[in-house]
């Protein structure tokens, strides 16, 4: 006969742990979203998750500690929607210039997507962006590497001809900004959806497409 092996005292089933883990990050993705790095304290934080300031160390350490997480975490999860799309916008760039800005549209439809279901990336973003001067490293972890990552798609589209475009940085920059700035306009209207989609297409080939 097993015995189920006791929790010692005040341990936290893992579950409840998650749980805890989960309910911090939720309200500090929220908090930093709306109102930026210094407008948010840990005791605040601590009672909008329904903790104590000292659970919240416990789970997230420093409040930069913290805020840094609710980076990585849409971080992680915009590399895990964009990676199958740039993967098939790289390997439609070998069928021809139909099927190539078919799956280049679809990878900005991706990206529209995902910042419509994900709105507070878009808003950790811009707060981040309006204090230029903190937290600069968080462009060079979270940020610059997805913009390098469609950056490579634009540079070996044109290495094949099929786009004109010297400075793909800028490309994806204006791109992203213009993404954004459609997030916090028109976050809910379905028929201003569909016709955003349709801009960027075109936006994409209009200036972008060879010949």
Known sequence: MTMERRRGPGRPRRAEQRDTHA????AATALFARRGY???SLRELAAVA???VATVQHHAG???DLYRACFARVFAAEV???TGAVAAAHEGLQAGPEEAFARLHALLDVF???LERVPETTALWLRRWSEPELHADLDVAYSLPLYRTVEE???AAADLGLLVEPSPHIAVRSLVWSVHAHVVSAPSRGDERIEFRAFVHRWLDRMYRAG
């Open 62 to 64: 420093t409040k930069a």
């Open 153 to 155: 798609v634009l540079i």
């Open 50 to 52: 329904g903790v104590d």
């Open 23 to 26: 309910a911090i990050m939720d």
């Open 112 to 114: 529209v997507d995902f």
């Open 80 to 82: 895990e929607a964009l």
């Open 38 to 40: 210094d407008a948010v």
